[in-house]
């Protein structure tokens, strides 16, 4: 069996040779250390053991990410499929699964299933951001006896129906657990500031590679398109990540963008799409991709800009869940970080932050 490893450091390649082709696995580590590579990888390896993987994902943004991986790593029959957990579920219960008030399913109706059904022979189950999912989905792998491994970081959820890592073990069963440690996407300019945000014990180990600091810039009404704009003509071959906290906004900047300047022809997705331009978006390309901050989970810009933090003046910016929000959209940016508000006043949860991590205008 020949396996090709793409771009793992040493560290995150010693993980994945270290983790069992059975039983349960459970991989948590910190932002930018590699787990959404180290879970395309995993399921590659997998498949070609010769059983079908199914890798799962919350987003349908980072399926379509993961996707374009798998299949260029992959075996050329294609025996990794990359879906959302909630297409693979429908699919597995059949008919017209039924909804909870909650955004998932009636677990009991499915629990139910699965006891009628028993096991399923063979399937194998690779899961990234694993904490977006609730408890009662791996209570399920469990009962459909499948061979399941997830990545996952606790201090990144942006669901109200999530896991934590103990959550995820004890729903399994006999899980073994494995850490990745390090930094790999950010500059250590990007993790000082979003260290701030942190919500765990300790203090994040800070990358080495180094650039230019995260800047806040106080925007006149509607004007995020001109820096959009500024960034796009100086980087024209980066990826930059717009990530916003409405759609509302998602469409104002791209009919600003694409008024003012429609060479940059911006994407913009949007779950509220069932097909077409804004459901299938090419994120091999450099450019503007505009994106709501649920579905931002997961992926990896070269620049990020968050245009609206002005929309959570009125948060605490004690709340865990505020923090943790923000945490995920700094660690986002692989290059350059960054954000802006309208008005008169810094965002409380901002202006906590000194000028020697976060530089004004």
């Not at 798998?70 to 025996?79: E, M, V």
């Not at 606790?154 to 729903?171: G, P, V």
Request: proline residues 7%; contains cysteine; aromatic residues 6%.
């Amino acid at each position: 069996m020949t396996i090709t490893y793409l771009g793992l450091t040493p560290e995150q390649r010693g993980c994945l040779d270290g983790i069992p082709f059975d039983g349960n696995h459970l991989v948590s580590g910190p932002p930018g250390s590699g787990k959404s590579l180290l879970a395309v990888q995993r399921a590659v390896m997998l498949a070609l053991t010769g059983t079908p993987v199914t890798l799962l994902t919350y987003s349908n943004l980072l399926r379509q990410s993961l996707a374009g991986a798998a299949h260029a790593l992959g075996p050329t029959d294609r025996s990794v499929r990359v879906t959302t957990a909630h297409s693979w579920l429908a699919e597995w219960y059949g008919g017209k699964a039924p909804r909870a008030a909650d955004g998932w399913y009636d677990w009991s109706a499915f629990f139910d299933r699965a006891a009628d059904t028993g096991p399923v022979p063979g399937l194998t189950l690779v899961v990234d951001e694993g904490q977006d999912l609730p408890r009662e989905f791996y209570l399920l792998c469990r009962m459909l006896g499948a061979r399941t491994t997830v990545c996952a970081d606790e201090y990144q959820r942006l669901t109200d129906t999530n896991s934590t890592l103990a959550d995820i073990a004890r729903s399994l069963g006999r899980c073994a657990r494995h850490e990745l440690e390090g930094n790999h996407r950010n500059t250590q300019q990007i993790a000082s500031l979003a260290a701030h945000f942190h919500t765990g014990a300790g203090v994040p180990v800070l990358p080495d590679r180094q650039g230019p600091p995260p800047r806040l810039h106080r925007f006149p009404e509607r004007g995020a398109a001109d820096l959009l704009i500024l960034l796009a003509e100086r980087h024209p071959q980066r990826s930059i990540g717009v990530i916003v906290n409405s759609k509302h906004t998602q469409f104002s900047l791209l009919g600003s963008l694409s008024h003012r300047a429609p060479r940059l022809k911006p994407q913009l997705y949007t779950s509220d799409a069932k097909s077409g331009q804004y459901r299938n978006l090419d994120l091999g390309r450099p450019g503007i991709v505009l994106a709501h901050r649920k579905s931002a989970k997961g992926l990896g810009f070269d620049i990020v800009v968050v245009p609206d933090t002005h929309t959570d003046a009125s948060d605490d910016p004690t709340s865990a869940v505020l923090r943790m929000q923000y945490y995920v959209l700094a660690t986002r940016a692989r290059n350059e970080l960054h954000f802006g508000y309208e008005g008169e006043t810094e965002p409380p949860l901002l202006a906590q932050v000194p000028t020697r991590d976060l530089m004004r205008g």
